[in-house]
């Protein structure tokens, strides 16, 4: 669930916190004033906690402003770390690459449910929502062209070329890092448009023992419920964590028999530890199962109605290990396995023609060793070289096979982050990188990147990347087999296909003209060629049309983000951003269907440790969709526009029982309330749930 509320609000609640507050306000400003100037030396003690709109900054006297309070901790957090930039531990203000971050406080200030809709609202994405989840679009593109990463391990599972990110609950995710651009030279394929890696939770290193209960109810009979808890024992580190989330599903019209959103039954339930040897080597391991059952009624266009079910589970392991050396060099190692089962169910009503029963069973296996080494040299500056190596295994188990689905691939790679110039506040940098894969069944592909960071200012940051991209086919797209003798046609997987290319940019400014705002534009472009796209092998009367896939279709999607934090009190943060978008399939010569050319994003977040009154406003209005549809039954497709669509939640909260009048143990209860899509928002190629009101309560140790 998303959160939102007028401005006038804020200022009302903040009104009211300061007048509640007014004996104590001196004391606390001169008490704000001592912790903004402790912010660098105390930053490296937050290393989990990240910015959601900051785009990595390299200064050292910097501050995010997106960064959340925690009672009277700084406001502003320089040690954040993230990986997914360089797939080791990097500070969020070093970063070569642009990364945006969801941190765990945002997570639980947000009142989202799961991963989807906490991305829902940010700047430059757009979920995609159909029967079988919710995916993501970066750059333009659609879904199968950014890779989903779980604490850096690829995830199976893609339905419709997607990863449904409504797999992945609020209470198991500690932060979500949105790499912009092209990032197949680190991660191979589908990393086109970007990559996102949903990082889980571990035990906090300042405690021994600490735990949260949350549960929550609103309209539509949504349900949600979590728990979790960890413990830390010298060197070892444990936590664990479990959910459970339904909602009925909806119908945007409620004239219809089809629903336009799917009934959702989920359970999850996770673990995650960590064992410190000494001498710098470090043992981590993650196992997570979760089930997930989406139901709903479609029709068709001659009438017919189906009842469908879609059971979907998964199974995440993995182990790695990480030696850190005084030498500068550190070196990592992890296994993972992964199994995603989806039993698709259709049941027509009235009769068995056109009942279809699905099992696929996807396995998936990688290991990955990489070795990092870091030298100052006084002539050729500070370098960090990255060498690693990635192999996966894939297996599809599947009725429709018409041959085995097994793929192997294995992937080298190399990358030199260098710091060229580091003086007086200049600094310029370049990042050099490329991978190549080696398919069982598509080939090779080679991925190089070029990636350049310039400060001429401390408040000045510059990023520009270029890089080659590709995807690999799907087993689907390889070899499955589809038939639908009613309507008179057949899809035939083709062997013979080749991966999909791309070329990207990336360009960025970052400035942060005083301590309180910083301001982001960036520019992006992908061209992609030989993409897969269907092809008519033969047309009989008699048997029906069969079709196939061929490496035919290209496009091309370019677009503008601009993006503001603003902080003028120590309570209030205000954000926004607008993206512009044009895209065109190079093949029909027309642009891409559902892409908003316009999009505009806002959030107000207030918060006030000193009375717990919270409340937190994102919105989203997204304009000029195009769709092409045959409206007049001519033969030819013609362009429709949608109108604008205005996302905008609400909550608000109030954390009460603290401090000195906590129970023992307890760090504090939350009572809050909300409202989604408070406007009703949602058309057929946006399938939004109604405007829904909620309660929630959590308790904190």
């Not at 048997?543 to 503001?564: D, K, P």
């Amino acid at each position: 669930m998303s959160p939102r509320i007028p401005i006038f609000l804020c200022a009302a609640l903040l009104a009211a916190a300061e007048s509640a507050s007014a004996q104590e306000s001196s004391a606390q400003e001169s008490s704000a004033q001592d912790s903004n100037a402790s912010l660098e030396s105390n930053a490296s003690a937050q290393e989990s906690r990240a910015s959601v709109e900051t785009n990595a900054s390299a200064q050292g006297s910097r501050a995010s402003v997106e960064s959340n309070t925690e009672s009277s901790q700084a406001e502003y957090e320089l040690g954040d770390v993230v990986v997914t930039g360089t797939r080791t531990e990097t500070s969020l203000s070093d970063s070569p690459a642009r990364i945006d971050v969801i941190s765990r406080t945002q997570i639980e200030r947000s009142g989202a449910r799961d991963a989807a809709e906490l991305l829902e609202e940010m700047p430059g994405v757009v979920i995609t929502r159909t029967f079988r989840g919710d995916a993501i679009q970066l750059g333009g593109l659609d879904p199968e062209y950014t890779l989903v990463l779980v604490d850096g391990d690829r995830v199976p599972g893609r339905l419709g070329g997607g990863i449904d990110l409504g797999r992945y609950t609020i209470e198991n995710i500690e932060r979500i890092e949105v790499l912009r651009g092209p990032g197949s030279a680190l991660y191979g394929s589908e990393a086109i448009a970007g990559v996102v890696n949903i990082i889980t939770r571990q035990t906090s290193r300042e405690v021994e023992l600490e735990g949260s209960v949350q549960a929550g109810y609103g309209g539509g009979a949504i349900v949600d419920g979590n728990a979790n808890g960890g413990v830390r024992m010298g060197p070892l580190s444990l936590r664990v964590s479990g959910g459970y989330h339904l909602a009925e599903p909806f119908r945007r019209d409620p004239g219809q028999v089809a629903t336009s959103g799917s009934a959702r039954d989920q359970w999850s339930l996770g673990s995650r530890a960590s064992l410190d040897l000494g001498g710098g080597i470090v043992l981590d391991g993650r196992v997570e199962y979760l089930t997930r059952r989406l139901s709903g009624v479609d029709e068709n266009a001659t009438g017919a109605v189906f009842d469908r079910v879609q059971l979907g589970e998964q199974l995440m392991t993995g182990v790695g290990m990480r030696i850190r050396t005084e030498g500068g060099t550190q070196i990592q190692g992890r296994l993972s396995y992964s199994l995603f089962r989806e039993q698709f169910l259709n049941d027509q009503r009235g009769s068995q023609a056109l009942d279809d029963v699905q099992d696929n069973r996807e396995h998936l296996t990688q290991w990955t060793v990489q070795i990092d080494h870091t030298f100052d040299h006084p002539v050729l500056g500070n370098h960090r070289i990255s060498v690693g190596y990635e192999h996966l295994a894939q297996f599809l188990e599947s009725d429709r096979l018409v041959s085995s689905g097994r793929r192997f691939r294995i992937s080298p790679f190399v990358q030199d982050d260098w710091t060229i110039i580091d003086n007086a506040g200049l600094r310029f940098g370049t990042t050099i990188g490329a991978r190549y894969d080696v398919d069982s069944q598509f080939g090779d592909q080679l991925s190089p990147r070029l990636g350049l960071r310039l400060d001429p200012v401390p408040q000045l940051v510059m990023r520009a990347t270029y890089g080659w991209g590709f995807r690999a086919p799907s087993f689907q797209e390889l070899l499955l087999r589809f038939e639908n003798p009613s309507v008179g046609y057949i899809v035939n997987g083709n062997p013979a296909l080749g991966a999909e290319r791309s070329r990207g940019l990336d360009v960025s400014v970052e400035w942060t003209p005083i301590r309180e705002a910083v301001f982001t534009a960036a520019f992006y472009r992908n061209d992609l060629d030989g993409m897969i796209a269907t092809v008519t092998v033969s047309d009989d009367p008699i048997s029906g049309t069969v079709f196939s896939y061929g490496n035919i279709a290209s496009a091309r999607t370019q677009g503008l983000e601009l993006r503001g934090a603003f902080q003028p009190h120590r309570s209030l943060r205000l954000l926004a951003g607008y993206a512009f978008l044009e895209t065109r399939d190079e093949s029909l010569d027309r642009p891409l269907e559902g892409r908003p050319a316009h999009r505009v994003t806002g959030a107000v977040n207030f918060d006030h440790p000193e009375t717990g009154l919270g409340a937190n406003v994102r919105s989203a209005l997204s304009m000029d969709r195009v769709v092409f549809l045959d409206a007049n039954a001519d033969g030819a497709e013609e362009p429709q526009w949608l109108g604008a669509v205005a996302q905008v939640d609400v909550r608000i909260s109030w954390a009460f029982l603290q401090q000195e009048n906590r129970p023992a143990g307890v760090d504090h209860f939350e009572l809050s309330v909300g409202v989604d899509n408070i406007l009703d928002a949602g058309d057929a190629y946006l399938a939004l749930r109604p405007r829904t009101y909620w309660l929630g309560a959590r308790a904190r140790y």
